[in-house]
C-alpha cells in the first residue's frame, strides 16, 4: 500500500506569511494527489486536485505543485481564514490514503 | 445540488456491530463510486472503503479488511458500510464522500457528508 508522509506536522506563521506544505508518497502516485482543508468540527474542503488544479472557487493564493513522489502546497499570502489543518490524498491506487495532517497556526 | 446523509452511528460495546447508511441525492447515484472516510477524535483523516458504483468492486483499508463489509443499494440511491467486530479504535466521525465527476477510479473528494459518529466502548 501506498504511504502518505506530510510535513512539518504543524507549522506556526503569521497573516501575510508565505506557507509551503509537503507531502512525499511511498512510491510514485504521478500526479494524482488532492489537498484538502478542515476546520475543526466541518468535513474537509477540497483545494487541488491531480496536483495542481485549484477547485472552483477557491481563491488563488493557494497553490499545488509536484509529480511522483514528491508534492506541495503553497499558501501565498496566509489569510486569517487560513489557520486550518491540511491533508493531502493519493488517488493513483486503492487502497487511497491521507497524509497525517498538518496544523497551520497562529 | 449534491446531498450526502449519514446515519447508523451510535454507542456500540467492544466485538459489536453497527450498520452506517449514507443517502444521497442531486447526482446519478450509480455512475460513481462512494467511499467512506472517517477521523477518530482529534486524529487525522483515514481513507476506510470505496465501491464501484456498479457495486461489483469493493476495496478496503488494511485495518479494516475482513470486519467491514461496503455495499449499495443503487434502486435506494443509498450506500452502507457494515461494520463487525468492533474494536475502540473504530471510533470515529464516518463521512461519505464522493467525486463530483463520474467513474471509478482516479477519485478525490468534492462532496462530503456531515458525518456520523461511531463510538466503541463498554
Known amino acids: 500500500d501506498i504511504q502518505m508522509t506530510q510535513s512539518p506536522s504543524t507549522l506556526s506563521a503569521s497573516v501575510g506569511d508565505r506557507v509551503t506544505i509537503t507531502c512525499r508518497a511511498s512510491?510514485?502516485?504521478?500526479?494524482?494527489l488532492a489537498w484538502y482543508q478542515q476546520k475543526p468540527g466541518k468535513a474537509p474542503n477540497l483545494l487541488i486536485y491531480?496536483?495542481?488544479y485549484l477547485e472552483s472557487g477557491v481563491p488563488s493564493r493557494f497553490s499545488g505543485s509536484g509529480s511522483g513522489t514528491e508534492f506541495t502546497l503553497t499558501i501565498s499570502s496566509l489569510q486569517p481564514d487560513d489557520f486550518a489543518t491540511y491533508y493531502c490524498?493519493?488517488?493513483?491506487?486503492?487502497?487511497?490514503?491521507f497524509g497525517q495532517g498538518t496544523k497551520v497556526e497562529i | 445540488e449534491v446531498q450526502l446523509l449519514e446515519s447508523g452511528g451510535g454507542l456500540v460495546q467492544p466485538g459489536g456491530s453497527l450498520r452506517l447508511s449514507c443517502t444521497a441525492s442531486?447526482?446519478?447515484?450509480?455512475?460513481?463510486?462512494m467511499t467512506w472516510v472517517r477521523q477518530a477524535p482529534g486524529r487525522g483523516l483515514e481513507w476506510v472503503s470505496a465501491?464501484?458504483?456498479?457495486?461489483?468492486?469493493?476495496y478496503y483499508a488494511y485495518s479494516v479488511k475482513g470486519r467491514f463489509t461496503i455495499s449499495r443499494d443503487n434502486s435506494k440511491n443509498t450506500l452502507y458500510l457494515e461494520m463487525n467486530s468492533l474494536r475502540a479504535e473504530d471510533t470515529a466521525v464516518y463521512y461519505c464522500?464522493?467525486?463530483?465527476?463520474?467513474?471509478?477510479?482516479?477519485?478525490?473528494?468534492?462532496?462530503w457528508g456531515q458525518g456520523t459518529l461511531v463510538t466503541v466502548s463498554s
Open positions: 464522500a464522493i467525486r463530483g465527476t463520474s467513474g471509478d477510479y482516479y477519485v478525490y473528494f468534492d462532496y
Open positions: 442531486g447526482f446519478t447515484f450509480n455512475s460513481h463510486v
Open positions: 512510491q510514485s502516485i504521478s500526479r494524482w
Open positions: 490524498q493519493q488517488y493513483n491506487t486503492y487502497p487511497y490514503a
Open positions: 465501491i464501484s458504483g456498479s457495486g461489483d468492486t469493493p
Open positions: 491531480d496536483a495542481s
